[in-house]
């Protein structure tokens, strides 16, 4: 496939040579496949075609690393609260919350091991296709066009668009939500907050949180529609719990998460 660039690759700046994972078109996959020709496909054989903004019609040398300069320059304490938080959880974040859950509506551990497989394979799945749109577009990281930003995270050695986390937070929003659709709006809240942390802390566009989202909530609504199809499911769907999905971070809630 070809691209129509309007910005430099991230792979012709030497220092992005070495590559997180890189090897996402290897991995196998769960709930989706992939045909002869790499691309993914349903459980139906049918190619999935990702809802996303064509990057070549984004402008990343201006309108959105302007909008990266702004967020860094107007970072309040708060946000750098938010930024240390999730930065220092995001290896397992949405595997805690997810034991949260299932410790307060206290599933069998037959469905509880459903639950983990799901979000486990789905998340899979989502990096592997996040790691295919990355190579296909190849765009370079906020501080590889600006080196006067300085990124309050980590910055991965891959590229930008999407955003990784966003997407993650996208799928697993969706697949917990269907399992806890009493805990949607926090969940979704969660999601919002983690995805909007990457632009914040310097290391992401907005259009990369944008698209990133869109991403992670395609995949995880194909991911519904299979565990539905499976009739995984029981009582917990029908439980009006409350449950504290933080609970048990080093930082309460109510310090760092805004409500």
Known sequence: MRINRRYPAWSSFD????????HGNNWPTFFLKRNRRGEFTDRKGNVVTWELRNPASVDFKGNELKQ??????NLTPDKRKKINF???HLQDFWFRITENLISSYKLSPM???????ALTMGLSDTAAAVDYVKNLYDVPRPHQLDATLQPVLAIP???????????AAGCAHMILSYF????DGKLKRLAEEISWTMFLAGIQYKADVEEGMKLGRQMGDMIVVSLRYQRVEGDVQKSNR??????????????VISR
């Open 157 to 167: 050695s891959s590229p930008s668009f999407v955003c990784e986390q966003a997407s």
């Open 180 to 183: 806890f659709p009493h805990e």
């Open 86 to 88: 999730y930065g220092e």
């Open 242 to 255: 409350n449950s504290e999905l933080t609970a048990g971070f080093q930082q309460k809630k109510s310090e």
């Open 15 to 22: 220092c992005s040579r070495s590559r997180d994972e890189g």
């Open 111 to 117: 469905l509880s091991a459903r639950v983990r497989a």
């Open 68 to 73: 990266v300069r702004s967020a860094l320059r």
